[in-house]
């Protein structure tokens, strides 16, 4: 008449296991797994093309075969004893890491332009783990190059060292003067707002910003005034960090590491900053 009894119910205890969703990470821990997941989807577009790590070997290899062989046989650069070429080595590493990073912002630009800035902003994820994420992929790209140009270097001779902790120096030197001058380009790219516009200005400093550094020759021999400059670009301490960990001469490396860093931290504000006013 009152029909078979219920079955057992499932305990209180398992209901709410069952309905109460997981709980999402808050707080320090979200800002470090957002930007490595930014940086991993960024890396991931090499998987679709490596032509740009390729293409992107020739010039440091046409510097230290045509340029640093010339100059080695010249000897009109004072380097402190040591051949022009192993000189120039830690030089053209900073160089192809700055290329490869100071036309970052023509990336952001494009992703503006097909819609998926949009679609990231909306996500909970801050714009400081959006930028650090683009800015460390970049130093990963510069990383890979800086490997191309080390084996270069040390199939023409050049005498570099191969201490492990000294190699893990310099690849952090790398990745932060990567981000400093990656998030100098998306920086460059919030005000501009145009890939035509960023190519002419990234054309218009890629060079000074080389030249006015001590890659090439060392600070002591310029004019006061690009010592000046020099003392103020950050590529002249990345370059400074490099040569004395890949050749053992004088360097200042806390120095070094302490302007790299607060360049790095500077850049990706900056740009977190402007990233709106980009995707408008």
């Known amino acids: ?13 398992e209901t709410n296991l069952l309905l109460v969703p997981p709980k999402a990470r808050t707080g320090w821990r979200v800002l470090p797994a957002r930007v490595a997941a930014m940086c991993v989807v960024e890396l991931q577009k090499l998987r679709h093309d490596r032509t740009e790590l390729y293409t992107r070997a020739v010039q440091p290899a046409l510097w230290l075969l045509i340029f640093g062989e010339t100059f080695t046989r010249i000897k009109a650069i004072p380097t402190g004893g040591i051949p022009y070429i192993d000189y120039l080595a830690p030089g053209i590493i900073a160089q192809s890491a700055m290329f490869i990073a100071i036309f970052y912002g023509i990336m952001i630009i494009w992703e503006r332009d097909a819609g998926i800035l949009t679609k990231l902003l909306v996500t909970p994820t801050p714009r400081a783990a959006l930028i650090s994420g683009k800015a460390f992929a970049s130093g990963v790209k510069a990383l890979i190059q800086a490997v191309v140009v080390i084996v270069i270097a040390a199939a023409l001779g050049v005498g ?5 902790l000294r190699l893990l120096g310099v690849a ?13 380009s998306m920086t460059i790219a919030g005000i501009v ?3 035509d516009r960023l190519m002419g ?8 910003l080389f030249f006015a550094s001590n890659a090439l020759y060392p600070v002591a021999i310029m004019p006061g005034w690009l010592q000046v400059v020099s003392r103020v670009n950050p590529l002249s301490y990345q ?14 490396l806390p120095l070094d590491f302490g302007v790299l860093l607060v ?11 402007l990233l709106g006013r980009l995707a408008r």
């Open 239 to 252: 370059v400074d960090a490099l040569r004395g960990l890949l050749l053992g001469t004088p360097s200042h």
């Open 160 to 164: 570099l060292t191969w201490n492990p």
């Open 201 to 208: 200005i990234g054309q218009a400093i890629t060079m000074p």
């Open 1 to 13: 008449m009152f029909g078979a009894p219920a079955g057992p119910r499932p305990a209180l205890a």
């Open 172 to 184: 952090v030197a790398v990745v932060l003067g990567s981000a400093f001058f990656s998030c100098l």
């Open 193 to 195: 707002l145009t890939r």
């Open 263 to 273: 360049a790095a931290v500077l850049g990706i504000v900056a740009a977190s900053s």
